[in-house]
């Protein structure tokens, strides 16, 4: 049996050895840099969660779109902050065949440019408004950074951009808050817990008013953005020269938002439900979400008796409209397919052997808690569908509760530089709203700024550590990927 890996105290490792272990995603053996390969365990999951984030959208009309791969750099370049927050890690195709090409073509880093140039054909009244795309698609950006897998790839295969045009400033605002909501409802539903921050001004999105960011805590105290909403004003329609009538008659720029969630969903998703056994799948999720294994025992009768009972067990889950799996390998012993079924976090093992067989039962065991209980098989779908709700309401708390452990509240530097630097998580200090304050904190911190909560979190009574005037609110910092 292969040595399994700490999930708290050593958590890169715990990562890389869980995607390998169960099978989900392939990092470091494909011959380019940053490109990982997901496997059919890891697609079952990662097609589950992109369904979600379609349902999510598509109830608050959104309507999915598929734009080219390909952009021509003379539409990268319009907006000007856009193209320089981007400039340094594009891939271009420079060639057709062995031609040089007259405008070099970028692969997609995101997609503001291109969206928002066919916008300009099809969008002309305020009636059309507002108007909610979006696409599932991979982008690309050349990290120079360390590349890590489904956490800073080069190749980003599962990058859900919204796109939103409004006729007003104000709509442009209520959509901010509708895409808020909307990625609450995504990471409640995975119970993957979130800090919602306002970034500061100069780590917002290139080209943005402003950006909205979630980030979780990784179990190494180290902080993962994972879904970000941006305010993009009228910067993109402007400099395409995108006008619309108005409902007054008047022509005017309309308003866009734009948000994004990646890869890394997938990797929270798998990492804060995690333990020293391997991942432990929310059940809605799991590609398996029964497995069954049979004990073998006894002599020929009893293991003809395991069988015929396995079948009918299997039969009733079935019916149940669940995911089962049965696990029958004969060359493998059952300690062995426990392991193997952990590591993959299937919510729920039943074990069969002759006992079981003769009283019509089966011995259940919790992923997340390892709780055994015999369960009578006319009993089976009633007690797994209360048991998945109840892994479901486990996991989402454990892990809230753990990311809540991890944030310090704090108007002493010191003890934020102390929480920060042992990598226990965020520390909140209060803050005057000075941005030369926030850069010095993040100096002194040696960390960087999340920004301040949102909503706006009030300070009054507590003092900017760096120059001593009133704080307005707080503001975030953290060791981040
Ligand atoms: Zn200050």
């Given at each position: 049996m292969v040595s399994r890996e700490r999930w708290e105290s050593n958590y890169p490792r715990w990562f890389d050895w869980v995607l390998e272990e169960a099978e989900i995603y392939d990092y470091g053996r494909y011959p380019v840099k940053g490109m990982g390969v997901w496997m059919p365990y890891g697609f079952q999951i990662r097609r589950r969660v992109v369904e979600l984030i379609r349902d999510a959208l598509d109830r608050r009309g959104h309507e999915e779109v598929l734009f080219p791969l390909l952009i021509p750099e003379?539409?990268?370049?319009?907006?000007?902050?856009?193209?320089?927050?981007?400039?340094?890690?594009?891939?271009?195709?420079?060639?057709?065949?062995?031609?040089?090409?007259?405008?070099?073509?970028?692969?997609?880093?995101?997609?503001?440019t291109s969206i928002t140039f066919m916008e300009n054909y099809w969008i002309k009244s305020y009636r059309q408004l507002p108007k909610k795309y979006y696409q599932i698609v991979s982008i690309f950006r050349y990290?120079?950074?360390?590349?890590?897998?489904?956490?800073?790839?080069?190749?980003?295969?599962?990058?859900?951009?919204?796109?939103?045009?409004?006729?007003?400033?104000?709509?442009?605002?209520?959509?901010?808050?509708?895409?808020?909501?909307?990625?609450?409802?995504?990471?409640?539903?995975?119970?993957?817990?979130?800090?919602?921050?306002?970034r500061p001004e100069w780590d917002k999105f290139p080209g943005a008013l402003y950006t909205i960011a979630f980030d979780t805590i990784m179990p190494d105290g180290r902080v993962l953005q994972i879904g970000t909403v941006h305010n993009l004003g009228q910067n993109f329609?402007?400099?395409?020269?995108?006008?619309?009538?108005?409902?007054?008659?008047?022509?005017?720029?309309?308003?866009?938002?734009s948000y994004g969630i990646s890869d890394r969903i997938v990797a929270t998703l798998i990492s804060v439900h995690g333990d020293d056994r391997g991942t432990v799948m929310i059940p809605s999720i799991a590609p398996i979400q029964v497995v069954i294994v049979p004990i073998p025992a006894g002599g020929d009768e009893d293991r003809v008796a395991v069988t015929r009972h396995v079948a009918r067990v299997l039969k009733v889950l079935e019916e149940a409209g669940l995911r089962v799996r049965v696990d029958d390998r004969e060359e493998v012993r059952p300690g062995a397919k426990f392991y193997y079924w952990e590591a993959r976090g299937v919510p729920v093992r039943l074990e069969i052997g002759p006992r079981e067989a003769r009283e019509d039962t089966v011995t259940l065991v919790r992923r997340d808690t390892l709780e055994k209980s015999i369960v009578p098989v006319e009993e089976l779908p009633s007690t797994i569908k209360r048991v998945f709700e109840e892994i479901y309401e486990n996991l989402k708390e454990r892990a809230w509760n753990y990311m809540r452990s991890r944030i310090k509240r704090t108007e002493n530097l010191g003890?934020?530089?102390e929480w920060v630097s042992q990598r226990r998580g965020v520390a909140e200090v209060p803050w005057c709203g000075n941005d030369e304050c926030a850069a010095r904190m993040e100096d002194e911190l040696e960390a960087k700024s999340l920004g301040t909560p949102w909503p706006r979190e009030d300070a009054t009574g507590s003092r900017c550590p760096i120059c001593g005037r009133d704080a307005v609110t707080w503001i975030r910092y953290a060791k981040t990927y």
């Open positions: 003379t539409l990268l370049r319009v907006e000007k902050e856009h193209i320089k927050g981007f400039e340094d890690e594009v891939y271009w195709v420079t060639h057709g065949g062995l031609e040089p090409l007259d405008i070099k073509l970028a692969l997609r880093p995101t997609s503001e990290e120079t950074k360390a590349t890590r897998p489904m956490i800073r790839l080069r190749e980003v295969t599962t990058f859900k951009e919204a796109h939103t045009v409004h006729d007003s400033f104000e709509d442009s605002e209520r959509q901010v808050l509708e895409a808020i909501e909307a990625y609450k409802e995504i990471y409640d539903s995975l119970g993957i817990p979130y800090l919602i921050s306002k329609t402007k400099v395409f020269d995108f006008k619309i009538q108005l409902s007054d008659e008047s022509h005017d720029y309309p308003w866009q938002t003890e934020a530089k």
